[in-house]
């Protein structure tokens, strides 16, 4: 088995027994080997926010915005904009996030991952308008497609941002059924996708709390 992917596996071994750290440590060392590997990018930055290690996640999404700034495939330019969403970053990287995402958008037939991705690129800039108009869109995904919790919490954040306090509230309570029904689901889902819906719902029920005020 070629090095990085016995990295990989290294970490997957640590995330089913929820050592975040010791994943998020194996994933950058195979990122670093398989520098033009934009998934591999993504499951790093996934673990690193698992593990509380903002600064490795801020590193991973300079990168993939340096790396894949030209890229014309708009699966890179999904995925790169994707990885650099899942967290809070600069303002410049959000912004370059956002531009991947049009291009992810623009490449083709109506494709939900890509409206989500640019949603949740405009929060990150903070415009919060544009990004309720573009999740509203990715609110009901084709089965399977991706997971239909990402844009509720999502929009549940942006709503909050606008002051819209029962708006909120309606979509946090939506996102949390979604993401019950998924994790009890057989087979379950992927430990990334595991990942991704406990950090974005941590990340909602600590913005949005009862008598918090945007």
């Known amino acids: 088995m070629a090095e990085p992917?016995?990295?990989v596996r290294h970490a997957e071994a640590y995330l089913e027994i929820g050592q975040t750290g010791k994943a998020a440590a194996d994933l950058t060392r195979a990122a670093v080997l398989k520098r033009h590997d934009y998934l591999v990018f993504l499951?790093?930055?996934?673990?690193q926010l698992a593990a509380g290690d903002s600064r490795g996640y801020r590193r991973t999404c300079a990168h993939l915005l340096r790396e894949f700034a030209a890229t014309k495939?708009?699966?890179?330019?999904l995925w790169c904009a994707w990885s650099c969403v899942l967290g809070v970053n600069s303002a410049a990287d959000a912004r370059r996030a956002v531009r991947l995402a049009q291009q992810a958008v623009g490449s083709g037939p109506r494709d939900f991952r890509a409206l989500l991705t640019l949603g949740a690129a405009q929060f990150r800039t903070g415009d919060a308008q544009?990004?309720?108009r573009q999740l509203t869109l990715a609110a009901s995904p084709p089965a399977g497609f991706t997971s239909p919790a990402y844009s509720p919490?999502?929009?549940?954040?942006a709503h909050y941002r606008l002051g819209h306090q029962g708006e909120a509230r309606r979509w946090l309570k939506e996102a949390l059924r979604i993401t019950r029904q998924h994790l009890a689901a057989e087979p379950p889902p992927s430990w990334g996708r595991r990942l991704t819906l406990e950090l974005l719902r941590r990340?909602?029920?600590?913005?949005?709390?009862?008598?918090r005020h945007p």
């Open 5 to 7: 992917e016995l990295w």
């Open 43 to 47: 499951y790093a930055a996934e673990a």
């Open 73 to 77: 495939d708009p699966e890179a330019a």
């Open 130 to 132: 544009a990004a309720v």
């Open 153 to 157: 919490y999502f929009l549940a954040m």
């Open 203 to 211: 990340e909602a029920e600590g913005l949005i709390r009862p008598g």
